[in-house]
């Protein structure tokens, strides 16, 4: 597939993920890699939607800081996102151990939990931000502690 982005328009992605590095690889885009060092942790907001937009911001605001000038007075877009599980009414950190993540796909179990994602694009060029927020909901069946262990140890 052919991107929609004239050759000179430059794209950076600021994240860590594989799976987004993944997807833009994919649809043949060229881009640049840049992760944002920010303390999540210290961003708290009472809604999963509104958490999700404050650290793509925060991301995309920490990341701008480290562009040169050079770089940001021509066409390029910075793309930052953000994901949380939440489960219970209470936003899941990513665990902090095997035996959390172990914890967590067994709570899952017949259960109900929903992912909320964001996505926040920068033009560096002239400033405009846009940003979107989704959520889904998932029903498990019955995970086996087979499948959780394949899981936790890939």
Known sequence: MESDLPPHFKLILGSSSIARRSIL?????????MSADID?????????EELVLALAEAKAEAIMQRIPEDVKDKPTLL??????VVYEDAVREKPSSVEEAREYIRGYSKGHTA???SVVVTNLKTGFRKGGVDRVEIYFN?????????????
């Open 115 to 117: 992912t909320v994602s």
């Open 79 to 84: 793309v930052t996102c953000d994901q949380v």
């Open 142 to 154: 019955e995970i086996s502690e087979e499948i959780v262990e394949k899981l936790v140890n890939r």
């Open 25 to 33: 690889t994919d649809m043949g885009y060229q881009f640049t890699l």
């Open 40 to 48: 999540e942790k210290s961003i708290r907001k009472e809604k999963p």
